[in-house]
């Protein structure tokens, strides 16, 4: 097929070279990405969001037209030496910037909610260039990096607050950097990656959430919420005093999370990977092959019958019952 320097998607879709590139197109699709007996539909309604058999497919394709991946336009169409560089430095951050611009249009994929507009502007911010003439890495980026280095080798906010302090003696004058730990968690909860934390007994007997929201005290064993006894304050001083937390449950929301999970087509064709992409031979290789899945299944049909819905299971090794 001679496409010249157009790709095949770019004729009109009742020609030969556009049919042919659809055909060519699926064959190497079903070969390399396919889930099953389904592939995500490339056409320009469905956007690579929604899982098709091979005829709903290509008759998608041929009926609304075609839209190519990203990481997909060198393997698919020819190029000329002007547009490929163009392209070339257009993609350049790509290796260390990799997934930032799908986590943001993931995020507001549906359109920003009421909390996202709030932050909108901080996010435009975060997708500046880190400095001028920076090629590597966004301002976004940077500050989601920074927030994982810290994770990783557990430095404190004053740490962290140090590295900024060299990067700008570093770097060029007008680099975006955060101003501190506080400005990153701002970007990670607007992305849904945030955390929350809930006070807890020291003696793992209860935690301070729901009814037990207030309280100062273990109800169980009776040790103090704080480590230490508020101390005296200064007649004159109406600053209220700082209590410590004995012990700090960080609880990472399962809702948020499994919305991402769905908003991605790479990773929701993973959650119904169970059904459709599973070898079901009679093997033990997969929760959904063990008896507990299959009694659940029986136990609640209407469940089951939908593919996409979630199990959770309790992770029990370790776990002290308490009678």
């Given at each position: ?37 389904q592939?995500?539909?490339p ?92 090629k ?38 007008d ?79 399962i ?24 070898e ?11 008896q507990?899945?299959i ?6 049909p ?22």
């Amino acid at each position: 097929m001679d496409k010249g320097n157009k790709g095949w998607w770019e004729f009109p879709r009742w020609s030969d070279v556009y049919e042919q590139g659809t055909d060519e197109y699926i064959e190497k699709a079903f070969a390399t990405r396919s889930q099953g007996n389904q592939i995500s539909c490339p056409c320009c309604t469905c956007h690579h969001r929604y899982w098709y058999d091979r005829n709903d497919v290509r008759d998608h394709i041929i009926c609304n037209g075609f839209v190519p991946r990203n990481d997909e336009s060198f393997h698919l169409r020819r190029m000329s030496p002007e547009r490929e560089a163009e392209d070339l430095q257009h993609d350049a951050p790509s290796n260390v910037n990799d997934g930032i611009e799908e986590l943001l249009y993931n995020a507001l994929r549906e359109g920003p909610s009421e909390e996202a507009k709030k932050s909108l502007n901080l996010i435009e911010e975060g997708q500046q260039k880190l400095y001028s003439g920076c090629k590597k890495m966004s301002r976004l980026a940077f500050t989601i990096c920074l927030y994982i280095y810290k994770c990783d080798y557990k430095l404190s906010d004053v740490a962290i607050a140090g590295l900024l302090e060299f990067f700008k003696e570093v770097l060029p004058d007008d680099a975006m950097l955060p101003t501190s730990t506080h400005e990153a968690m701002k970007v990670l909860k607007l992305l849904g990656l945030d955390y929350k934390k809930i006070h807890a007994c020291p003696n793992d007997c209860m935690l301070y959430w729901a009814e037990h929201a207030n309280a100062t005290s273990c109800h169980v064993c009776g040790t103090s919420r704080w480590k230490s006894k508020e101390s005296d304050q200064n007649d004159n001083s109406n600053e209220k005093p700082r209590r410590i937390p004995s012990k700090v449950l960080r609880y990472f929301p399962i809702k948020k999370r499994l919305q991402r999970l769905y908003m991605c087509a790479e990773t929701a064709s993973y959650m119904t990977w169970h059904k459709y992409g599973r070898e079901n031979d009679g093997l033990l290789r997969y929760p959904a092959d063990g008896q507990a899945w299959i009694n659940f299944d029986k136990m609640y049909p209407s469940f089951s019958n939908e593919t996409r819905n979630v199990r959770l299971a309790l992770a029990t090794d370790g776990l002290i019952h308490f009678k």
